[in-house]
């Protein structure tokens, strides 16, 4: 007796594109934040506590003009990046602990889209917050003059910034067990280079050697590019390099904000794949 058998044509599972896999990673993570809106405003005390207070009391006690407030004012952002993107981090370790990290590494996507997915999140944290920085120092009185080419300059310089700096967070988030040593570490990566690097005032003050040393922190590129874009102040970029052309010196400022975003990007992808093998 013949047998006759059919080939039954099993249906595909469907697995989303690597932009799908993003957005829904992006999604929880948002969903898990705005669970708890402390991380959205908490970290905007300090830089607005600097902007419209001790910029302004600064300003009186060193007889300055009214641009040191604006000075102060990008210099701030400086100071809210590194504390938002770093504080970012500090979920990655919940997530890790008691979330549900170990079921999404399971999930027949790269890893480097559960780093992806958690830098779009904390990218539009962070824009959300510079955003209400900017427009609580416009309300103090603090005006900035750009255009749009200044803008231009101002928004890449925050952008690499905020990716560089999440790298950080994200490579020390894989490296640091604890959450309690992971916070130990903020002030050391979040607030000592903020302070060398130009954001209270110019790092031509510094002594020779925290001169060079500064000079070569990303954070000091960043807030050159920043006020050079937000503010047509050139000083900064004057400060670091020393040439005539601003535009070179912009360009390579930005440059090196470039790099640091890349390379951290890149470092913190293959630290987070190491340490989920184990």
Same mark, same amino acid.
């Given at each position: ?13 469907? !697995? +989303? ?19 708890t ?6 970290p905007l005390?300090? /830089?607005?506590?600097? =902007?419209?207070?001790?910029? +302004? ?14 000075? !102060?004012?990008v210099?701030?952002?400086g100071?809210?990046?590194?504390l ?10 919940v ?7 170990r079921e999404?590494?399971?999930? +027949? ?8 997915g ?15 920085l ?6 103090r009185?603090?005006? @900035? ?13 925050? =952008?690499?910034?905020? !990716?560089?700096?999440y790298g ?13 040593e992971?916070?130990?570490?903020? /002030?050391?990566?979040?607030?000592? /280079? ?7 005032? /110019?790092?031509?003050?510094? +002594? ?7 000079? @070569?922190?990303?954070i000091?590129?960043?807030l050159? !590019? ?7 102040d050139s ?5 670091i390099?020393?040439?005539s052309?601003?535009?070179t010196?912009?360009?390579?400022s930005?440059?090196v ?5 890349a ?8 630290? @987070? ?6």
């Amino acid at each position: 007796m013949a047998v006759i058998t059919r080939e039954i044509s099993l249906p595909h599972p469907v !697995v +989303p594109g690597r932009l799908g896999a993003v957005a829904t990673l992006a999604r929880r993570r948002f969903q898990l934040t705005v669970r708890t809106p402390r991380e959205l405003f908490v970290p905007l005390i300090t /830089p607005i506590l600097f =902007a419209l207070v001790i910029a +302004p009391a600064l300003m009186t006690a060193l007889h300055t003009s009214v641009s040191y407030e604006a000075f !102060v004012a990008v210099g701030t952002i400086g100071l809210l990046i590194p504390l938002n993107t770093v504080f970012s981090g500090l979920s990655v370790i919940v997530d890790r602990d008691s979330g549900a990290q170990r079921e999404l590494l399971a999930a +027949p996507i790269p890893r480097s889209m559960l780093v992806l997915g958690n830098l779009v999140v904390a990218f539009a944290v962070t824009a959300f917050q510079i955003v209400a920085l900017i427009l609580a120092a416009m309300a103090r009185g603090i005006h @900035f003059h750009t255009s749009t080419s200044g803008l231009g300059w101002f928004l890449a310089a925050v =952008a690499l910034f905020t !990716v560089g700096m999440y790298g950080v967070a994200e490579t020390l988030a894989s490296r640091v067990p604890k959450q309690e040593e992971y916070i130990a570490r903020v /002030p050391a990566i979040a607030i000592v /280079p903020w302070f060398l690097a130009g954001s209270l005032f /110019p790092i031509n003050a510094l +002594p020779t050697f925290l001169l060079w040393f500064a000079r @070569f922190l990303p954070i000091t590129h960043a807030l050159a !590019v920043m006020r050079y874009g937000l503010l047509g102040d050139s000083s900064g970029l004057h400060n670091i390099w020393g040439m005539s052309s601003v535009t070179t010196m912009v360009s390579l400022s930005l440059l090196v904000v470039a790099v640091f975003a890349a390379a951290l990007s890149t470092i913190s992808t293959r630290v @987070f794949a190491h340490a989920a093998l184990h």
